[in-house]
């Protein structure tokens, strides 16, 4: 052959087994099975690793995610509870303002009745003394006078700021009666004075024109 020739190709030949040993096909496989297996196993490990990774991690975004709202709530709550408080403080505060009117009011409005009523009282009084000084007609003004200032003396100054309506106005009644029977007393005891007074000077008459009539009688005989 010429080194002109072509070449024919070379084909691998097989590996030579040794004299005396055997192939085991089988064990060769079952090795190759338990090693894809390990690495299927391994994998299936990473994936469910990586799977129970995301589970926590979603749960901790779960309960952030609760937490925040718990947060939320409980400062929409705060705040709800700061307006109620300062709405029904307002609400108070109108209360006790239209309470505090109301008693001004009721206060003026008492004090008007019992001015007015102390005002009749004086007027009442003021109108018996005059009437029983006109059923004396010639009396004197001293007279008058010492009446007026007696009956003042007897009445005393009451105290009726405790008092409603109903019964300031049976004090009212009760001190018109007083100051007529004051009045009436008065007048009594100022006729009986003079009554008696007319008596001893009737008597102190009569005995003097009696001892005069004896003077006579003597000087006759």
Known sequence: ???????KPKFP??????DGEKVDFDDIQKKRQNKDL????ALIDAHFEHRKKEEEELIALKERIQEKRRAERAEQQRVRAEKEKERQARREQEERRIREEADAKKKADDDAKKKSALSSMGSQYSSHLQRADQKRGGKKETEREKKKKILAARRK?????HL???KLEKIKELHDWMTQLESEKFDHTERLKRQKYEVTTLRKRIEEL????????????
């Open 210 to 221: 009696s001892k005069s009539k004896k003077g006579a009688a003597r000087r006759r005989k």
């Open 1 to 7: 052959m010429s080194d002109t020739e072509e070449e």
């Open 13 to 18: 030949t097989a590996p030579k087994i040794p």
């Open 164 to 166: 409603n309506e109903d």
């Open 157 to 161: 100054q009451l105290n009726i700021d």
């Open 38 to 41: 390990m690495e299927l196993q």
